[in-house]
């Protein structure tokens, strides 16, 4: 990930897709497997002091620009849910709320359209995204 931050082909506006971020079915909870990734984006984050980020939350498995349901909020929310958990994760480790921000794109945006054919198609729009907005 910091890799991908200081190549210098990554500009204000690139998207890098956060590999290995896993959640609960329905939940914005992350599982286990996922501390290494979110915790590497705070690393990250600190040493770039002038990095400012967008979490972009995305879901899989529907049709049209709906989002899931997340059974935390009892909301049609799931991306935003899962992407402001990634945002909170960065805030409550130090980093200033003002360097991040967050939105759910639901389905709206999905790499492989619906119906997803395989499981890889599924995890592939299944994703967190962090949009650069400034370096």
Excluded: W
Excluded at 58 to 63: E, K
Excluded at 73 to 83: C, F, H, P, T, V
């Amino acid at each position: 990930l910091a890799q991908q931050i200081e190549d210098t082909a990554v500009k204000a506006g690139s998207n890098i897709v956060l590999e290995n971020i896993y959640f609960v079915g329905g939940s914005p909870e992350f599982l286990h497997s996922s501390y290494p990734t979110v915790d590497e984006l705070v690393e990250v984050m600190k040493s770039h002091p002038k990095l400012v980020i967008r979490v972009e939350g995305h879901i899989c498995c529907l049709a049209g620009d709906e989002d899931g349901f997340n059974i935390r909020s009892e909301k049609y929310d799931l991306s935003e849910g899962r992407a402001k958990a990634v945002m909170e994760h960065l805030v409550a480790n130090g980093i200033a709320p003002e360097r991040v921000s967050y939105i759910g794109y639901g389905h709206s945006r999905p790499l492989y359209p619906y119906p997803e054919k395989t499981e890889a198609e599924r995890v592939a729009n299944r994703r967190v995204e962090i949009k650069i907005i400034s370096k």
